[in-house]
């Protein structure tokens, strides 16, 4: 007997909860004071530029997060350092043309997000198109999958336009993974319709995830390595 889209969605979703736990529960244990958490994310980003096999380069800075290009990967982070609007133009000149950066800012537009949020890390890696949902397209008009989100221990799955709506899977201390609907989709009790869509797209869902994963776990190697030595 096949599962169900929903039961299949829960093990996914807690096969990621759970891959990414560690590493937030790493982060709890420090007890950052808020002070201090510039100064961890930056230990994050310049890990981030100085691993040759993830190859980044510096493309923009906008207030205290940076832009990178990371071979063919597309990366958003907060690096601990605030600049002012002037500083800002300056210092991005010498890093890419403006031509470049345009160019640059205009492929991220339809890509696929992936994101985690556990300060001092807040990224997001973009990698590949946004992901046509054809159930949902065929019910309420032209929908796509753009972002996965990895939370404290939760995933969210996003759905553009916005007022589509999105999901969230929460691991309760209980074990037990919930799953809430909001926008279009819950109003209009296409649940099932929307699960569907994203559980013929998993192995995608999945080598972005890992994708973002492997940031995450290279930056922080950089907060490790000041902790412990």
């Known amino acids: 007997m096949s599962s169900s889209p929903r039961l299949i969605l829960k093990k996914w ?29 930056n230990l994050f980003f ?31 982070t907060f690096a601990g350092v605030i600049l002012t609007p002037t500083a800002v133009i300056t210092f991005t000149k ?50 796509r999958i753009y972002e996965v989100h ?10 553009e336009p916005g007022s589509r709506g999105e999901v969230t899977l929460t691991l309760r201390e209980s074990g037990r993974i919930e799953v809430s609907w909001m926008g279009d989709i819950e109003k209009k009790k296409l649940e099932s319709v929307a699960e569907q869509d994203l559980v013929n797209h998993l192995q995608e869902l999945d080598e972005d995830l890992a994708k973002l994963y492997n ?12 902790v412990l030595y």
């Not at 800075?61 to 063919?72: E, F, P, Q, S, T």
């Not at 985690?116 to 949902?133: F, N, Q, S, W």
């Not at 990895?150 to 759905?159: E, Y």
């Not at 940031?215 to 000041?226: A, D, E, L, T």
């Open 215 to 226: 940031v995450v776990w290279i930056g922080m190697k950089g907060i490790v390595s000041y």
């Open 13 to 41: 979703a807690r096969k990621w909860i759970e891959r990414f736990e560690p590493i937030t529960s790493f982060i709890n244990s420090l007890k950052i004071p808020v002070a201090e958490v510039p100064f961890y994310a």
């Open 46 to 76: 310049e890990m981030l530029v100085s691993d040759k096999a993830l190859n980044c380069e510096l493309m923009a800075m906008a207030g205290n997060y940076v832009y990178l290009r990371c071979g063919k990967l597309f990366v958003k």
């Open 150 to 159: 990895v939370g404290d221990w939760w995933i969210t799955v996003r759905f």
């Open 94 to 143: 010498p890093i890419k043309e403006q031509g470049e950066i345009t160019k640059f800012f205009e492929s991220i537009t339809k890509m696929l997000e992936t994101s985690y949020y556990h300060l001092p890390i807040d990224i997001i890696v973009y990698d590949g198109k946004e992901i046509e949902a054809k159930g949902l397209s065929e019910a309420l008009g032209e929908t």
